[in-house]
C-alpha cells in the first residue's frame, strides 16, 4: 500500500463543486471516542478525510486534538487535512420535557442502583460548551492570519498548529451569518440533514457541502430537534432527491452532496455517485478499526454484529439513534425526547457498564453495515471504498 498518497482532490475534481470532498472517502465523525486523532491521521494517509468529533469533549480537550492531528501529519511529512464537528446548540426544555426527562430518572433507578453509581442531578445546559468551541477555531484562525501577516509568533505552519479545513454541524442548521463568516475565513462548512427540506435551508444559507445522511446509519440520526422523528426514505432515494433539488444550479456554485448511511462496500459508493453524491462518508466500519478509539467491548460487538442486530431508540440521549439492539433498549423504549438531559441521566450508567464490559448497558451505536465492520487498519477500509469511485 502507498503511504503517501495525495490527501486532497485533483485541481479539476475541485473545480466542479464548492468542496474539496469530490469523491472522496470520508470517515464520519463519532462522539463519544471513535474519532480518534489517530483514525484521522490514517484515513488522510490513505487519501481519505477523517474527522474529529467535538461532541460532548470540553474547548480545552478539542484544542488539544486539533493539535495531535497536527502533529501526526507533519510527522510523515504532510500537511493536516480533515474536519472537525460540532453539536449546534439544542432548544430549552419545556417545563412538560422536564416533567418527563424528571420521570425518567426514576425508571432508571434499578440501573443506577445495579452499578453502584449516584443518580446524578438534572442538566438542563443544551449548548455542549459551544462559544467556547467556536471560541477555538477564531483563535486559531487569527493566529494564521497574523502568522500570514507577519504579525504573529505562532507558526501555522509548527508541527502542532493546525486549523480544520472542514467544519461539520449537526442536530441543526448554522445561521448563514456564521457560515459566511469561517467560510470567509478559508474553512469550509458542511450541514448534516435528514430531509430535503432541511437539505434546501442549508443550501440557502450557503455551505459549502450537505451530508444526507440516511436512515441506515449508526448512531444519532441528523434531526434538527430532538422531538422530530426522523424518517425512513433509504439513503439513496434521499440523495437522489437533494440532488434533484440542484439540477438546474451550475456545477461550479452549488452545494456539494455526501451520502452517509449504510456504506461500507464498492458496489454502494458507485451507488451513491450514481445517485448525485459527490462523496461518502461512513463510521460504522471505521469505528472497528485498530486505530479508533473506540472502547474495546464496542469493538467485539460490533465486529461480532448482524445486518440485523440494529435499531433506533431513544433510551440513551433522548435522540432518536442507531446502535446494536441490547438489554437496556429492550427495557427503556419510551424514553423522552429531552436532549441532551437524557443523555446526562445515562452517562454514569454507560460509563459504569463500559468499565465492567457490560455490553447490555452500553450505547453500541452502529450501522445497518455492521456486518462488514471487521477490524484491521482503517487504511484498508480506506483503499477498498476507493475502489467505488
Aim: hydrophobic share 35%; charged share 25%; with cysteine.
Amino acid at each position: 500500500m502507498n503511504e503517501t498518497q495525495n490527501t486532497q482532490p485533483t485541481a479539476d475534481a475541485q473545480s466542479t463543486v464548492k468542496s474539496r470532498a469530490y469523491r472522496t472517502i470520508i470517515a464520519a465523525p463519532m462522539a463519544g471516542g471513535p474519532s480518534s486523532p489517530a483514525l484521522v491521521d490514517a484515513v488522510a494517509t490513505h487519501g481519505g478525510l477523517g474527522f474529529l468529533a467535538a461532541g460532548y469533549k470540553t474547548p480545552e480537550a478539542v484544542d488539544k486534538e486539533l493539535d495531535d492531528v497536527a502533529h501526526r501529519a507533519r510527522q510523515r511529512g504532510a500537511e493536516p487535512f480533515y474536519g472537525l464537528n460540532l453539536f449546534v446548540p439544542q432548544p430549552s426544555p419545556s417545563g412538560v420535557d422536564r416533567d418527563r426527562a424528571a420521570a425518567y430518572r426514576d425508571e432508571l433507578a434499578k440501573d443506577y442502583k445495579r452499578f453502584g453509581v449516584t443518580e446524578p442531578e438534572l442538566n438542563w445546559t443544551t449548548d455542549d460548551h459551544w462559544e467556547g468551541k467556536l471560541a477555538v477555531i477564531r483563535r486559531r484562525l487569527d493566529q494564521r492570519e497574523q502568522q500570514g501577516e507577519g504579525r504573529s509568533d505562532v507558526d501555522s505552519h509548527a508541527e502542532n498548529f493546525s486549523v480544520p479545513d472542514v467544519l461539520s454541524f449537526t442536530f441543526g442548521l448554522l445561521p448563514e451569518e456564521l457560515v459566511d463568516e469561517f467560510q470567509s475565513r478559508g474553512i469550509e462548512v458542511w450541514a448534516t440533514v435528514a430531509t430535503t427540506h432541511a437539505a434546501q435551508i442549508a443550501a440557502d444559507r450557503g455551505v459549502a457541502a450537505i451530508v444526507v445522511q440516511g436512515p441506515e446509519a449508526g448512531g444519532h440520526r441528523a434531526t434538527t430537534t430532538p422531538d422530530e422523528e426522523p424518517g425512513s426514505e433509504s439513503l439513496m432515494s434521499l440523495v437522489q432527491a437533494v440532488s434533484d433539488l440542484f439540477a438546474n444550479t451550475d456545477a461550479s456554485t452549488r452545494p456539494a452532496i455526501i451520502g452517509t448511511g449504510g456504506i461500507a462496500t464498492p458496489d454502494q459508493v458507485r451507488e451513491a455517485l450514481r445517485h448525485g453524491a459527490d462523496a461518502v462518508a461512513t463510521g460504522t466500519i471505521f469505528a472497528a478499526t485498530d486505530e479508533a478509539g473506540t472502547n474495546e467491548p464496542y469493538k467485539q460487538a460490533l465486529i461480532s454484529a448482524t445486518a440485523d442486530d440494529t435499531v433506533i431508540t431513544r433510551a440513551y440521549s433522548g435522540r432518536p439513534a442507531r446502535g446494536r439492539r441490547n438489554a437496556f433498549i429492550d427495557v427503556h423504549p419510551d424514553a423522552p425526547s429531552v436532549y441532551p438531559a437524557v443523555n446526562g441521566l445515562t452517562s454514569p450508567i454507560r460509563k459504569a457498564a463500559t468499565k465492567k464490559g457490560e455490553t447490555d448497558c452500553m450505547s453500541l451505536w452502529a450501522g445497518q453495515s455492521v456486518e462488514y465492520a471487521r477490524g484491521g487498519i482503517a487504511g484498508s477500509v480506506v483503499d477498498l471504498l476507493l475502489q467505488g469511485r
